[in-house]
């Protein structure tokens, strides 16, 4: 499996459709998520559900883990900081109802992603921004 050494915008565009996939799947107001399915009828959690269920969380693991690790707590504040004010922007123009807490809740959740996938891929982007190379891409 090829690794990705450079930054592009294609990868943190993938990056972001999979942190998308995770977030809209866990829980969205559409009433198609997995929340939905396994809470609509709890007596009739099966094997399809606990396995859906457990891919859900490998990729949050995998994602949150990431996301840490390379913002730390003060950048995925800062990033959850320039997204929020972003949503109040399209909020303040108009773009957005107020109050359709449906569409504030979808915007919730794309933040949610985009912050995923910036964590995904800080290290990259912080490589190409300052040309330092992280410890983990010193070769032996």
């Not at 990868?11 to 459709?17: N, W």
């Not at 959740?109 to 891929?121: H, K």
Request: proline letters at 1%; a neutral charge.
């Amino acid at each position: 499996m090829a690794v990705i050494k450079e930054f592009t915008w294609v990868g943190f565009l993938l990056r972001l459709l999979g942190a998308m996939v995770i977030t809209f799947a866990t829980y969205n107001p559409s009433g198609y998520s997995y929340l939905h399915w396994v809470f609509t009828e709890l007596s009739a959690f099966n094997v399809y559900k606990a396995l859906a269920g457990i891919s859900l969380l490998i990729g949050w693991v995998v994602y949150v883990g990431a996301t840490g690790r390379s913002l730390g707590a003060l950048g995925v504040l800062l990033t959850v900081a320039f997204c929020a004010t972003l949503i109040w922007l399209v909020v303040d123009m108009g773009i957005v109802p107020a109050n359709s807490a449906q569409a504030i809740t979808w915007l919730i959740l794309l933040v949610i992603a985009i912050v995923l996938a910036t964590g995904m891929s800080w290290s990259h982007i912080q490589r190409r921004l300052s040309g330092q190379a992280d410890v983990d891409d010193v070769q032996d």
